[in-house]
Nanobody, 124 residues
Framework: QVQLVESGGGLVQPGGSLRLSCAAS????????MGWFRQTPGKEREFVAG???????????DSVKGRFTISRDNAKNTMTTMYLQMDSLKAEDTAVYYC??????????????WGQGTQVTVSS
């Protein structure tokens, strides 16, 4: 079983920056691919960024390329932290952001474990 806890959300002005964190714990969690998704009311959850277990492969949604950076720190085999550095934020980035993890390769869709989400609001 894997537990995921997001943090770092909040209110930021357009053009500003935020860094989200996802603390992941569980047996061999450092070998899981991980990703960030987001969701706004009335819309489906959408892929934002994903990273392989060693961090060598990353994917981004077109809407965030060049503005967001995903990374991870595999501290131990039972604990890893994933980050999402968000720069040049826009109002349309406002959403609840979710951390996700899965065994195997990084993808843009199917994940096995999910966090509870953290709210990001971009507004002046």
């Amino acid at each position: 079983q894997v537990q995921l806890v997001e943090s770092g959300g909040g209110l930021v002005q357009p053009g500003g920056s935020l860094r989200l964190s996802c603390a992941a714990s569980g047996r061999t969690v450092n070998t899981y691919a991980m990703g960030w998704f987001r969701q706004t009311p009335g819309k489906e959850r959408e892929f934002v960024a994903g990273i392989s277990w060693v961090g060598g492969t990353t994917y981004y949604a077109d809407s965030v390329k060049g503005r967001f950076t995903i990374s991870r720190d595999n501290a131990k085999n039972t604990m890893t932290t994933m980050y999402l550095q968000m720069d040049s934020l826009k109002a349309e980035d406002t959403a609840v952001y979710y951390c996700a993890a899965r065994r195997g390769i990084v993808t843009k869709s199917v994940y096995d474990y999910w966090g509870q989400g953290t709210q990001v609001t971009v507004s002046s």
